[in-house]
C-alpha cells in the first residue's frame, strides 16, 4: 500500500504561482512512478503530468506544457508540481497517483493509488 497527501492548493489570481506537494508513505516511494491529474466540476479526471522514479521521463498534458513543472524527490518521498502562470481553465481539484511501474502513464487507469486531491481555483 501507498498513502497519498496533497497540499498547496488555494484560491489564486489569473498570471499566479502554486506549488503542489504530494507526500507519499508506505512501499518504497522510488520505485514507483508519479502522476499528477486533475478534475473540474462536471468534467472527467485528466491527465496533467507524470515523471518516472528516475526522473528521466516525464510527460506533460499539451495543456499546460511550459507552464507547469513536475518533479520528485526520492529521499523526501515527495513529487512537486510547479505551476506558473495559471489560468482560471486551471481550476480543478488536482490529484496524486503513484503507478507500480517503473514508467509512467498518462491514463487514469494506470494508476494503483490516489491521494485526497487539493483544490486549485483561479480567479480571473
Known amino acids: 500500500q501507498v498513502q497519498l497527501v496533497e497540499s498547496g492548493g488555494g484560491l489564486v489570481q489569473t498570471g499566479d504561482s502554486l506549488r503542489l506537494s504530494c507526500a507519499a508513505s508506505?512501499?518504497?516511494?522510488?520505485?514507483?512512478?508519479m502522476g499528477w491529474f486533475r478534475q473540474a466540476p462536471g468534467k472527467e479526471r485528466e491527465f496533467v503530468a507524470a515523471i518516472n522514479w528516475s526522473r528521466g521521463t516525464i510527460y506533460y498534458a499539451d495543456t499546460v506544457k511550459g507552464r507547469f513543472t513536475i518533479s520528485r524527490d526520492n529521499a523526501k518521498d515527495t513529487v512537486y508540481l510547479q505551476m506558473n502562470n495559471l489560468k482560471p481553465e486551471d481550476t480543478a481539484v488536482y490529484y496524486c497517483a503513484a503507478r507500480a511501474a517503473l514508467q509512467p502513464g498518462t491514463q487514469t487507469y494506470e494508476y494503483n493509488y490516489w491521494g485526497q486531491g487539493t483544490q486549485v481555483t483561479v480567479s480571473s
Open positions: 508506505g512501499r518504497t516511494f522510488s520505485r514507483y512512478a
